[in-house]
């Protein structure tokens, strides 16, 4: 099992460009969500998906879009890049039980100038 | 309003000695909590949970125990080895609610050899 994988893992934008990461996961699970990491910060949340088909918001969804067209795939979508939205993007995903972990990709590291 | 804090941005413990990372959490309704150990360059990886029916739960060198009274957790590691110089997360879940997860900012843990 591949686990949570992200792609890609470096990308450098600049300001008004778009892109759309790529979250995969191979365990079947029902949960996904897109984090983002800043110094100081911590792990905040951008969006999350609890099935096929849905999404909600996070803490921090402002600038991003999100899609879960498949099961086992979850998309983070920047439609105008900002240099406030340079950070570290962590992809993470949890069986649909109570008192479950959430498993983490490796990250994307996004610098836009 | 950070709701999952931890307030010691790092920390230097000699090999051997016990490593006492905090976390405190102001929502009552979190019942569900979680410790991430992440190295750099790489995603969170689950470490050890509690959940608030217990106080205390073992898993071989790692320990947490939980304070509801004082919505506080503790993680104790003994004995603390370099290799577990990581930044540590704490992250508190409300399982009645949507499987969210609000993580703390994380403590770097230095351990000396």
């Known amino acids: 099992n591949a686990g949570v994988t992200q792609t890609p893992k470096f990308r450098v934008l600049k300001t008004g460009q778009s892109m759309t990461l790529l979250c995969a996961q191979d365990?079947?699970?029902?949960?996904m969500y897109w984090y983002r990491q800043d110094p100081g910060m911590g792990l905040r949340l951008i969006h999350y998906?609890?099935?096929?088909?849905?999404?909600a918001k996070g803490e921090v969804p402002d600038g991003y879009n999100v899609s879960r067209l498949k099961k086992q795939n979850f998309l983070l979508g920047l439609e105008s890049a900002a240099p406030s939205q340079t950070s570290v993007y962590f992809c993470?995903?949890?069986?649909?039980?109570?008192?479950?972990?959430?498993?983490f990709g490796p990250g994307t590291r996004l610098t836009v100038t | 309003d950070q709701q999952v804090k931890q307030n010691s941005p790092s920390l230097s413990v000699q090999e051997g000695r016990i490593s006492i990372l905090n976390c405190d959490y102001t929502n009552s309704m979190f019942d569900y909590f979680l410790w991430y150990k992440k190295y750099p360059a790489e995603g969170p990886t689950f470490l050890i949970s509690i959940s608030s029916i217990k106080d205390k739960n073992e898993d071989g060198r790692f320990t947490v125990f939980l304070n509801k009274s004082a919505k506080h957790l503790s993680l104790h590691i003994v004995p603390s080895q370099p290799g577990d110089s990581a930044v540590y997360f704490c992250a508190a879940s409300a399982t009645s609610g949507t499987y969210k997860y609000i993580f703390g900012t994380g403590t770097r843990l230095k351990v000396l050899a």
């Open positions: 365990m079947n699970h029902e949960y």
């Open positions: 998906s609890v099935g096929e088909g849905t999404t």
């Open positions: 993470a995903s949890q069986q649909d039980r109570v008192w479950q972990e959430q498993y």
